[in-house]
C-alpha cells in the first residue's frame, strides 16, 4: 500500500457533557476549539496547539464497560516525569479514580510507566513516558497497566 497513517483524533461518548468536558481539558491541557449545545445533540472537539485530539459525544446512556467490544483505554504520553507529577495533582485535584496509586512501571524492570486511572464515566486512562519510571513499583494485584482487566 505504501501510506502510512498515523492517529487523527479519538471521539468518545459520554453520559454528560458538563462533566467530562471540564475533565478533559484540566487533565490534559486541552482546549475547546468548537462545541455544540442544542438540547438533544451535545458535543465537544477538544484540541492541543491546533491539532485536533478529541471528540466528546453526549450519548451514552450508561458508563464505560470493559465486556463490551470497543476502546479498551486511552492513553497520552508525557515529556517527563516532572509532567506525570503535575499530571496527578490535577487528576487528585478532579477526584479522578485511580487504579493504581501514583506512578508505577509498566511491567516489573520496565523503563516506561505512568498514572492510571478513569475519566467519570469510567473509561480506562493513561498518561505515561518511555522512559524514566524504571525506580517505580510495577503493577500488582488484579488491575495491569494495559492488557486483560
Known amino acids: 500500500m505504501g501510506t502510512s497513517f498515523s492517529t487523527g483524533h479519538i471521539g468518545l461518548n459520554v453520559t454528560d457533557l458538563d462533566r467530562?468536558?471540564?475533565?478533559y481539558t484540566?487533565?490534559?491541557?486541552?482546549?475547546?476549539?468548537?462545541?455544540?449545545?442544542?438540547?438533544d445533540r451535545r458535543w465537544a472537539f477538544l484540541g492541543h496547539n491546533g491539532d485536533l485530539v478529541?471528540?466528546?459525544?453526549?450519548?451514552?446512556?450508561?458508563g464505560f464497560s470493559p465486556t463490551?467490544?470497543?476502546?479498551?483505554?486511552?492513553?497520552f504520553r508525557a515529556g517527563s516525569l516532572d509532567d506525570l507529577a503535575g499530571a496527578?495533582?490535577?487528576?487528585?485535584?478532579l477526584g479522578a479514580e485511580f487504579v493504581h496509586q501514583g506512578v508505577v512501571a509498566h511491567g516489573e524492570g520496565a523503563?516506561?510507566?505512568?498514572?492510571?486511572?478513569?475519566?467519570?464515566?469510567?473509561?480506562r486512562l493513561e498518561i505515561f513516558v518511555p522512559s524514566g519510571a524504571e525506580r517505580a513499583p510495577a503493577p500488582a494485584?488484579?488491575?495491569?497497566?494495559c492488557g486483560f482487566f
Open 20 to 23: 467530562s468536558l471540564p475533565f
Open 26 to 39: 484540566r487533565a490534559f491541557g486541552l482546549q475547546v476549539v468548537d462545541e455544540g449545545r442544542d438540547e
Open 54 to 62: 478529541l471528540t466528546l459525544w453526549q450519548q451514552s446512556d450508561s
Open 68 to 75: 463490551t467490544a470497543g476502546l479498551h483505554h486511552l492513553s
Open 88 to 93: 496527578e495533582q490535577v487528576l487528585r485535584e
Open 111 to 123: 523503563a516506561s510507566g505512568g498514572l492510571f486511572f478513569t475519566d467519570p464515566d469510567g473509561v
Open 141 to 145: 494485584g488484579t488491575a495491569p497497566t
